[in-house]
C-alpha cells in the first residue's frame, strides 16, 4: 500500500521520525550463565539488511490517540515492583496510570505485546506504511554499532549523562548529572548516539518482535525475527530502563515477558524494512 501524505498529517503525533541504519553483519550473541544455566549463545555472525528504526520510543500522546481513534482497551495487566514486594501484576496500574507523572512526550510504559501490535495495526492503514517492532537481530546490532559511551574507544560507557538509567546495584530509578529523572524522562532528552537514535538505552525497555528463546541454536542468520515462541507467548525485551544500570544495560542483555501483560519499565520502538520506509516527518 502507498503511503498516504494526509493520513499522515492527520496522525502526526504518531507517526515517527525515522533513521537509516545501513546494513552489516556482526557478532550476535554470548553464552553466559547468571545461575539458571547457559542462555544467550551461540555467538554466531548476523548479517542485517539496511532498514530504518524509529528516532525515539512511542510516546504517551501518539498511544493515547491511538485509543481515542480507535476505543482499544488494553487488557491493563501491568507488571511492577516495590521495595517490600517481587514483580506483580497491579490492578491499579495500566498505561494512563503507571504509578508515576508521566507528560505527553515521556515513552508509553505497562503497554502488552500484544498492545504494540494493535498499535502498529492502526498506524500502518492509517498511514499506509508497514512499520513494525525491531528484531532481536537489529536492535542489538544497532546498539553494537552505535557503541553508546565508546566503550571500544575507552570511553564510560552508558552514565546518567547519557542516558535516564537507575541504580547499579538492582534496581530503582537514581537521579544523577544530566539524569534528573527517578522514572520516565521526555523522549530525547540526552544525546543522540552516533546513528542519530535516541534512548535505545534506558528509559524504558523496548520489546523485540521475536519470541523469546533461551539460546540463538537454529535462529536465523539474516537478522529477521524468530515467529515461533516456545513457551506459550513470550517476548524479547531489550535496553534497559530508569531503573537499571550495569549488566542491564549491555548490547546482548534480554529479558523476556508474556505477550498479554505489560510492565511499568517497558515501552516500544517502532521499525520499518528500508524499502519506501518513512525517513522523516
Known amino acids: 500500500m502507498a503511503a498516504s501524505p494526509q493520513g499522515e498529517a492527520r496522525y502526526q503525533e504518531a507517526v515517527p521520525e525515522m533513521v537509516a541504519v545501513p ?3 556482526f557478532a550476535m550473541g554470548a553464552t553466559v ?9 551461540p555467538t554466531r555472525q548476523v548479517t542485517v539488511a539496511p532498514f530504518h528504526l524509529a528516532a525515539h520510543e512511542v510516546t504517551l500522546d501518539a498511544f493515547r490517540r491511538f485509543t481515542e481513534e480507535t476505543g482499544y482497551v488494553s487488557a491493563g495487566k501491568c507488571n511492577v515492583y516495590t521495595d517490600d514486594t517481587s514483580w506483580h ?22 503497554v502488552s505485546w500484544r498492545d504494540t501490535q494493535a498499535f502498529i ?28 559511551g ?3 574507544g575507552g570511553g564510560p560507557g552508558v552514565t546518567h549523562e547519557l542516558a535516564n538509567i537507575g541504580k547499579v546495584k538492582c534496581c530503582g530509578g537514581k537521579a544523577e548529572g544530566r539524569d534528573v529523572w527517578i522514572e520516565t524522562a521526555p523522549v530525547g532528552s540526552f544525546p543522540a548516539d552516533r546513528l542519530g537514535l535516541y534512548d535505545i538505552r534506558g528509559n524504558v525497555w523496548e520489546w523485540q518482535a521475536d519470541c523469546y528463546h533461551d539460546d540463538y541454536v537454529g535462529a536465523p ?7 515461533e515462541c516456545p513457551t506459550g507467548g513470550y517476548h524479547s525485551i531489550r ?28 515501552g516500544f520502538r517502532l521499525a520499518h524494512s528500508a524499502e519506501g520506509a518513512n525517513k522523516g516527518r
Open 23 to 25: 546494513g552489516g553483519t
Open 33 to 41: 550463565d547468571r545461575g539458571y544455566g547457559p542462555i544467550d549463545g
Open 89 to 110: 501484576i497491579d490492578p491499579d496500574r495500566n498505561w494512563q496510570t503507571p504509578g508515576f507523572v508521566q507528560a505527553a512526550d515521556h515513552p508509553v510504559v505497562c
Open 121 to 148: 495495526g492502526w498506524l500502518n492503514a492509517a498511514t499506509g506504511r508497514q512499520y513494525r517492532l525491531p528484531s532481536e537481530a537489529e536492535w542489538e546490532y544497532v546498539a553494537t554499532l552505535a557503541d553508546l
Open 150 to 152: 565508546d566503550t571500544r
Open 221 to 227: 542468520a539474516d537478522g529477521s525475527a524468530r515467529g
Open 239 to 266: 535496553g534497559g530502563s530508569y531503573g537499571d544500570a550495569g549488566e542491564f544495560l549491555e548490547e546482548r542483555f534480554r529479558l523476556r515477558g508474556p505477550e498479554d501483560q505489560g510492565f511499568f519499565t517497558v
